[in-house]
């Protein structure tokens, strides 16, 4: 990705929602796809999306525990985790009230602002919204 300001020499650090992970079990090539291109370019999660993501190993997916595990590890070896602390959760509280989010939207995107991401690509997000002039929202499933 081409950062923000338009210079090729220098990349944004990008944010992945937990529906990127989640769509890498998706029976959805195209989808399983984009999220596989994502998810190996090394993007920061949050352990919200890590959580989340057992939960859509284990619910939707209807894996066991231990491939749930493998997979939960596998995720978090990838990618950048930052952990969702009480800063995290005053942030998303401020964020909820000012853009009238869900509260656990906000908690996504309070974690990538303080991880300092200048993209947060999710599905579940206003595509092209940008969040305190410096946080982007970008559906990559979307055409």
Aim: net charge neutral.
């Amino acid at each position: 990705m081409v950062s923000s300001t338009g210079m090729n020499c220098m990349i944004d650090k990008v944010f992945a929602d937990t529906n990127i992970a989640g769509y890498l079990l998706s029976s959805d090539s195209v989808k399983r796809g984009i999220a596989k291109t994502l998810i190996t370019a090394h993007p920061v999660i949050s352990t919200q999306v890590v959580n989340e993501f057992i939960n859509v190993c284990l619910k939707k997916a209807h894996l066991n525990l231990m491939q749930t595990h493998l997979l939960a590890e596998s995720l978090m070896t990838v990618c950048r985790v930052v952990a969702v602390d009480s800063h995290t959760v005053s942030h998303a509280m401020q964020l909820s009230q000012r853009y009238q989010l869900l509260h656990w939207d906000s908690l996504i995107i309070a974690a990538a602002l303080q991880a300092n991401c200048a993209v947060l690509y999710s599905e579940d997000l206003q595509s092209g919204m940008v969040i305190d002039q410096r946080l982007t929202i970008i559906n990559p499933f979307s055409s």
